[in-house]
Structure formats: structure tokens, C-alpha cells
């Protein structure tokens, strides 16, 4: 069987255990959530609001196989039931919208984080010893060691409040037409310069070390030796010889990373107010909107499997080695 | 061979090893040549500075060592004055190398063809195109199907990457090919394909080879003439035969597992005994005395001159010094 057929096999298992644990969660506590909580918050709840909350349960009456199976088919047509806290605006429509911001913004500053750090670090290893090795690595893990909320709020207060260039929240200015128009454009990419340079700044010390110790390894391979006794020009030896191996384990870390932006940028939503997941996932645990959370809980496990089956895939592109091997070890 | 042009000439080379507890004198005023199209072989044990002394003809050592003096003439031209460019230019197109483990002297991520082509494209103007064809000749010189040229190293057996090593050592035409153990790793069926391999493709193109292995009885029956290495330094250097037949420098009878019983009864030596001395303190006088069991009492403060034994022998040992030596009472010839 190739390759990439029996990983899409195994993620499409572990995407279905997902997705029967999310199922089969909330029936292992005694007695029925989406009642007791109607009953926790007495009045609160209108009885439409009951109903979302059992659909989103697949608490749909019916034995439990009948149960999981129309929860299985509302999962696959993406119905998730209703949201309590943006009633009655459907769970997909709410997450619909978060979810453009947080690939938005969470695209934007792991793919900056890792072609600077990268390539900083691939600098570092290469003139080992030299001006930027002595100073970059020790900078940029020190800035990384900083409590990064401590580090977002010093930039919203500094180059948001006090200084006034750049804009302290939210995702774009009110007032503009969403759409392909280019001041919208033009105030989309305004509001990412903050939240983006706060993600780069604390992630480019691990990229770069990453980077660098892996590539301070790879220098030191007979093939390199090789490379340099052929005569080959140095932007040769460097990028074909020694980056391109190097940058290996950096791209599994890539792939692992596009996993967690469903999750991992909670804390830059809510200090800069950005509209995404993070940011959503936040109001609903606040506001008790669970139908919300059950689906953004199932949208994060998701997401992790589907960035590991990208850097799977783009693995075999990158390294040949687990073309063959991989397919004759199972 | 030896009114032929020499390809090489090292003179006096010294190489340390700088480290926190001293610098380490790997080698120590090495000098040979190699003439045009012979083949010279360099032996030794494990640090014994063989290996750097490869390495620093084409100034590929790496960090902590520096070249600390003398000469490599390379046609006249002194490889260790050149700048980069030209140096560039130099190696491989004049001087090649096979390196010592065939496994990880290929590139795991580049196709064997792109690895063969970047060397040729580098010093030759020639189209991607021709470049290819010339590979695809190359392999199939080494005996390795050309259909292969697209597989990468992972894909390929020991033998055959060694094989690769050598197209690419081949791909200039370069008239003198560095091989730092090219057969170590290989088990020995493959060891011997291989030394036929590069011994018929010599033949053919004549280019010559610097042979540095630590197995001397494949160097005997490989080489025209022998260098052997201790401690960092040559300690005797003779053509192959008489390397073989008459060894002169007892540290090469122990390496040639050949040491006569001197008087007659049950002496039983098995190779060489002791290890080799920590080069930041090399020993006074000869660096093979304490381990030496012709050792006289001059050995121990007085470094042994090289000593022309005629034929091409020359050795570094005080037994063979007129008036000092034993060598007349004690060693043969």
C-alpha cells in the first residue's frame, strides 16, 4: 500500500476515535449534561436552547447506537447544534468566522517565526563563532523566556496606547467592507503587525537553536567535508548540503505547530482581542456555551491530525529517505 | 618511477590539533611525493596522523586543527598559499578524494546523479544536458547500471555508494586521487571488487593515488611505493616489494605482523605491543622507544635522522646508523 494511503488510513481512525470519545465523554457523568445544566441555569435557558444542547450531546433520544450514529452524521454534515451565548447563530457559522482570523493570524506568525529563525539559525551554525552566533541565540532566547503576556501587553501598551502606531485590538477597523477591498486589506494586515511580531518575537529563539544545533551537527558529516573538497561555491554548500538537512527536524516542528494554532494562540487573541478560535473558545468556557465548546474541543483534535498529515506528506517531499524505508518496514 | 614528474611534493607538513589541555602535534614535519600516475600508499594505526595529512593536502581540516607549517606542492604551486577562489578552482578538478566511510560521504537528500553533476557543472562549462551524459559514462566506469543514476544514497548497497564516491572522484579527470580508507567499511568480498575496480580504472586513466589504509597487506599488493606513519611522523618509506620483503623500521615489522624471532628461541611477539603516545607530550628522541624492542639507550633523547637504506628504502631508526646501530649484529640486512 503507499505511503501516504495507509497514513490517510490511520488519521482517518484516529479522527473517528476523536470523534467517539467526544461522543462518549459526556454520558460517562451520571445522569444527562444538557439537562442538568438547563436546570443549573433555571430560566436562563429557553427550551430551544435545551434542544441545541442534546444535539450537540447527540443526546437525540433512541438507544445510544442510534444516538452516536445520527451524531456521526450530524459531525460529518458539520452540524454541531446551535450556540447558547450567540443564540440562535449556528455552532459552524459562529466557528466559521473565528476560524478565518485564527488561520489569519496564526498562519502568519509561525510561517515569519520559521523562515526568520530558520534561516537566522542556519546563518549562526554556518559562521560558528561569529558576530551574529555570540549575540543572536542568547538575545532571542532571553526574549522567549519572557511570560508572553507579559511581553503582548509591553507591545499593545507601547506601540498601540502610548505611541498610537499600530492598532491595539480586534482583527480590522469597524465601518470597513469585508471583502477583497484594499482598505480592508490594508486594515487587516495593520492589525496583524502587533499580534504577529508578539508570536515572532517569542518563538524565533527556538526556531533559530533548533536550527542551529542541528545544522552545527550536519557540518560536521562526511558529506560535507565532500561538498567542500569538490570546490563548490559556498551559497551551494550551504543550501543543497547543509540546510536542506538540517532544516528536517525544523519541519516536523513546522507541521506540529500549524496543529496547535487551532489552540496555542488563545492568550494573543485575547490580550489583542482577535476574533479567532482562541479568542472563542475563551467566551464560550466564560459564558458556559458548551455546544460551542464540544465543537472547538473537536475542531483543535482535528486540526492537530490534519497539520501531521500535511507534514507527512510534505516529509516525503522533503526527505527520500522515507519514501522506501517507511513502506518496507509495514 | 623515479625520474617521473612528481604530481606532489609535501614538504615538513605540521599539523596540531589545538585543544584546552595543549596542542596536539598530529603531524609532525611529514615530507614525501608522489610521482604521475603511481600509486603511493600512506599506512599507519588509528592516529597516527594519516588521515590529516589527507585532509591538509587539500586544506580541508576543520577547527580546532591548524596547519602550522610547511609546504604542499601541487605541480609546483603551493596549495596551502593559495586564496580561495583559486583553491577552489584546485580541488577536485586536480585533486579528487574518496573518503572513509562510503556511508555518509553522499548526500542523504540529493539524487547520486545532482551529487555527480554539481562537481562537473562547478568546474566545467558544460549543459545540463551533457552533464548528464557524462554522468551516466561514470557510472557505468564503476560498474553500476546508469538506470540508477535517478536513486538516492539510502537506496544504494555499501559497495555501490563507495562505487558513486569513486564516479565522482572521477568526474575532472583529476591527476591525483586522495583514497582515505575507501574500502574500511565494506566486508571483505566487496573490499576486493572494489580494489580490483579502482586498480583497472588506474590503469586506465592514470591519474595517481594517495592510499591510506591501516591494512598493509593490501597496500603491499595495491601500491608501488610505501610510507608508513607513526605518532605522527613517516618513519620509513620504500617501494612495495621492498617494503614487503625487507621492512626495516621495527615498527613496521610489527605492522607487517613479520617480526622475526632475532635469536632463534621462543620469542613470540603478536603485533606490536603498548599503545601509541599522547601526542600533546610526544616522547624525547624516538616516539616509537618505549614501545620498541630494539630500544637502545640513543633512542631515548636523540630524535632518529631519515637513513637512505639504498633501493629507495629510507628509514628513521638509530639501528641503522653507522657506529651506533645493532643493526649489522642484531636485525637482518
Not at chain 2, 597516527?48 to 577547527?63: E, N, P, Y
Amino acid at each position: 500500500m503507499p505511503f501516504l494511503v495507509r497514513r490517510l488510513l490511520f488519521y482517518a481512525v484516529a479522527a473517528w476515535a476523536a470523534i467517539t470519545v467526544n461522543f462518549f465523554l459526556p454520558r460517562t457523568m451520571p445522569g444527562d449534561p444538557a439537562t442538568s445544566l438547563f436546570a443549573k441555569q433555571a430560566g436562563l435557558l429557553q427550551p430551544a436552547q435545551l434542544e441545541s444542547l442534546k444535539k450537540a450531546y447527540g443526546l437525540t433520544g433512541g438507544s445510544m447506537w442510534s444516538q452516536y450514529l445520527t451524531y456521526l452524521a450530524n459531525v460529518g454534515r458539520g452540524r454541531f447544534g446551535v450556540s447558547l451565548s450567540q443564540f440562535p447563530v449556528s455552532v459552524t457559522t459562529v466557528i466559521e468566522q473565528g476560524l478565518v482570523w485564527t488561520l489569519i493570524l496564526g498562519l502568519a506568525g509561525l510561517f515569519l517565526g520559521f523562515a526568520i529563525g530558520t534561516s537566522l539559525g542556519a546563518l549562526c551554525a554556518w559562521r560558528r563563532g561569529g558576530l551574529l552566533d555570540s549575540v543572536l541565540p542568547t538575545l532571542f532566547m532571553f526574549i522567549g523566556s519572557f511570560p508572553y503576556f507579559f511581553l503582548a501587553l509591553l507591545a499593545v501598551y507601547v506601540l498601540g496606547v502610548k505611541t498610537g502606531w499600530f492598532p491595539q485590538s480586534y482583527a480590522y477597523e469597524f465601518g470597513l467592507t469585508q471583502g477583497w477591498n484594499l482598505p480592508f486589506v490594508r486594515s487587516v494586515l495593520w492589525h496583524l503587525v502587533l499580534p504577529v511580531t508578539s508570536i515572532v518575537l517569542v518563538s524565533l529563539g527556538h526556531w533559530l537553536m533548533s536550527m542551529r544545533n542541528t545544522m552545527i551537527a550536519v557540518l560536521a558529516e562526511d558529506y560535507l567535508t565532500m561538498a567542500e573538497a569538490k570546490g563548490l561555491a559556498q551559497w551551494q554548500i550551504l543550501l543543497r548540503y547543509a540546510a536542506r538537512n538540517a532544516i528536517l527536524p525544523s519541519v516536523t516542528a513546522l507541521g506540529l505547530g500549524i496543529g496547535f494554532i487551532f489552540s496555542g494562540q488563545i492568550l494573543t487573541e485575547i490580550v489583542f482581542a482577535y476574533p479567532g478560535l482562541g479568542y472563542l473558545l475563551f467566551q464560550s468556557v466564560t459564558s458556559l456555551d458548551y455546544p460551542l465548546m464540544q465543537a472547538l474541543f473537536l475542531m483543535i483534535t482535528l486540526g492537530v491530525l490534519l497539520a501531521n498529515f500535511l507534514i507527512d506528506f510534505v516529509y516525503v517531499l522533503i526527505d527520500p529517505r522515507t519514501r522506501g524505508a517507511q513502506a518496507q518496514r509495514v | 618511477m623515479a625520474d617521473q614528474e612528481i604530481v606532489l611534493d609535501v614538504r615538513d607538513l605540521r599539523v596540531d590539533y589545538l585543544g584546552e589541555r595543549g596542542a596536539v602535534h598530529a603531524v609532525d614535519g611529514v615530507s614525501f611525493a608522489i610521482h604521475a600516475g603511481e600509486i603511493f600508499g600512506l599506512a599507519g594505526e588509528s592516529g597516527s596522523g594519516k588521515s590529516t595529512v589527507a585532509l591538509a593536502i587539500l586544506r580541508l581540516l576543520g577547527a580546532p586543527a591548524v596547519i602550522r607549517g610547511g609546504q604542499v606542492l601541487y605541480q609546483g604551486t603551493d596549495i596551502l598559499e593559495l586564496d580561495d577562489r583559486h583553491l577552489r578552482h584546485l580541488r577536485w578538478r586536480e585533486i579528487s578524494m574518496v573518503f572513509q566511510s562510503a556511508m555518509n560521504a553522499l548526500n542523504p537528500v540529493m539524487k547520486i546523479s545532482a551529487q555527480i553533476s554539481d562537481a562537473i557543472r562547478r568546474h566545467e562549462r558544460v549543459s545540463r544536458h551533457e552533464a548528464h551524459a557524462r554522468t551516466r559514462d561514470l557510472l557505468r566506469s564503476v560498474g553500476i547500471d546508469p538506470a540508477r543514476a535517478a536513486a538516492y544514497p539510502h537506496e544504494l548497497s555499501g559497495g555501490m555508494r563507495q562505487r558513486v564516491v569513486i564516479a565522482i572522484a572521477l568526474a575532472l579527470k583529476p591527476s591525483l586521487i586522495i583514497m582515505d580508507e575507501p574500502t574500511t567499511a565494506l566486508d571483505v568480498v566487496v573490499q576486493r571488487e572494489i580494489m580490483d575496480e579502482i586498480k583497472a580504472l588506474q590503469r586506465n586513466l592514470g591519474f595517481a593515488i594517495l592510499f591510506i589504509t591501516h591494512d598493509m597487506s593490501l597496500l603491499v599488493e595495491l601500491s608501488d611505493r610505501i610510507a608508513i606513519m607513526y605518532a605522527g611522523e613517516l618513519v620509513e618509506a620504500a617501494p612495495a616489494a621492498r617494503m614487503y620483503r625487507q621492512p626495516a623500521h621495527p615498527y613496521t615489522r610489527g605492522l607487517m605482523g613479520s617480526f622475526p624471532a632475532l635469536t632463534g628461541a621462543n620469542v613470540r611477539l603478536t603485533g606490536i605491543a603498548g599503545s601509541p603516545p599522547d601526542l600533546r607530550q610526544p616522547p624525547s628522541g624516538c616516539r616509537f622507544h618505549d614501545r620498541c624492542p630494539h630500544a637502545m639507550p640513543i633512542c631515548i633523547d636523540t630524535s632518529p635522522w631519515p637513513i637512505d637504506r639504498g633501493a629507495g628504502q629510507t628509514v628513521r631508526c638509530h639501528l641503522y646508523d653507522a657506529g651506533i646501530g645493532a643493526a649489522d649484529a642484531g636485525i637482518p640486512r
